[in-house]
C-alpha cells in the first residue's frame, strides 16, 4: 500500500490543470473505445498515453505499393458493436480477415527442417465443434470476463491437455494454438485460461460472421479516433502521483521532457494492465495493492521481417515433433512466421516467459530464421527486423488456490471503490471486440455511479 501524500495544487500553472468528467488511462483499444464512447455520451474526458500514437497491441507497418503489414492485431468480430463501432470512427471499408495466402510450410524451428503438418483441415472442423460442446456447460464464460461460480470446477483449473484427452480432440490443437498461443505452454495450461482466449463466442465468430479488418490496416481505427478525440490526448506521458477518494481523483502526469500537468477528475479509467511495476506513484488501497501483487503473465512480442530467403507468399508455423499431441513449440517460441499481404515481409509473435527481454527475443527470431537456411530449407537469407513491438504484460493468471479463494470476484469488486474503475485485458478475453463490449459495460457503470 503506497502512502497517500496530498497533491498540492499550487505547483501547477493554471494552464498546466485539467478538469473533466473522466480520466483515461492508457490509449489502447479499451482506452480509445472508452474516451469515444464518453465524448458520445457528452461526458469530457482525457486520455493518458504513453506513446506518441494510439492503439496499444495494434501496429501496423506500411510499406511500398500500399501495401501494409499488421502485425499486432489482425480483425475484431463481425458483429454489432464492432460494425457501429467502425462506422462511428469513419472506417467505412472494411474487409473479412481471412489467410493472405493458402500456402503454409509446417517447420521445426528447432532443427529448421520441413516436418509433416500435425491435422487435416477436416478433423480440426470436426475436433473443434466437439470441444465447442465441451465448453457449453461453461457459458457463464462466453463473454470474456472471469463470472466463476463458488466453488470453482475443478476442471477448468486443471491442464488442458488433460481435457483434449479426455475428449478426444487433439485434432483442434493448431486452430486452438492460433488463438491461444499466447498462454505458452498450451496442454500444461489450466482450461480456464485457454477457454478465456478461445471459447465459445470466439468459436461461434469463426463459424459465423467471421471476422473484418479496415482494408487500410488495423491502425486505421486509431489514426481516425485521435482526430475525433484530438487534444483530449495527452501523448509520451506517465502517471507519477494519483490522490483518489470518494469525492473525486487528482492525477499528475509528466511527459518525456519533463513538463508536469494535473488531471482532476470525477472518475479514473485504468485500461493498462494493473501490475505493481506499472502502478509506481499511485494511491493503492490494501485490497488493490494484495491483488496485484499475485499477477503473473508472459512476455508477448510481434515483428515484421525482411531477407528471410521464406517464398514470398507462404506462411511458416513452428512444429514441434517431439512434443504430442499437437506438435506444439514450447516457451520461449515464435509462433509462426506470418505472410499477411506484403510481398517479402514476415509477422512474428514470439511468446515467452516474463523474465525475458526484447533483445532476447529478437536473437530467437534471427537464430531460428538462419537456422531453416543452414538446414537448406530455404535459401539463406539475411533476416532484417524492420519493425518490434513488445505487448508485455499479457495472458495474466494466479495461482489456483487464489482462484479458488474468489481472486476474480475481489478483483471485479474494486470496481467505482475511490471513483477508480478497470477495463482491458486483466480483466476480460484479449481480443478487441469483447473487450469494447466490456468496456461499454464499465462507461455505463461509472456514469450512473
Known sequence: MSPVVAINEQEF???NIIIRDVCILGGGSTGTYAAISLKDKAK???VVERNGILGG???????DNNQFVDYGVEGVFNDELSRNYFKRLGVVDHKPLIPATPVTDY???KTGKKVPPPSDVLSAVAATAIYRAAIEKYSYLKDGLYMLPDPVPEELLRPFGEFVDKHGIQGALQLTNGFAHGVGDLLGAPLLQVIQLFGITHIDTLLGGGYITPKNGMFELYSKASKILSSDIIYQSTVTETERSESGVKVVVQSANGARKLIKAKNLLITFVPIMESLKGFDLSTNEATLFKKWDWVNYYVAVLKSTGVPNAVTVMNTDPDNTPGNLPLPPFQWSLQYLGADGYLASKVVA?????QEQAKKLIVSDIRRMGTAGTYPGGDPEIVAFGDHTPTTLSVSNADIRDGFYKKL???QGSKN???TGLAFCSDYSSMLWAYTETVVEQMISS
Request: cysteine-free; hydrophobic content about 40%.
Open 420 to 422: 477508480t474503475f478497470y
Open 13 to 15: 500553472a493554471a494552464d
Open 44 to 46: 469530457s474526458a482525457v
Open 107 to 109: 517447420i521445426d524451428f
Open 353 to 357: 516467459n516474463r523474465t525475458s527481454t
Open 57 to 63: 497491441h495494434t501496429e501496423t507497418l506500411y510499406v
Open 412 to 414: 471485479y469488486a474494486l
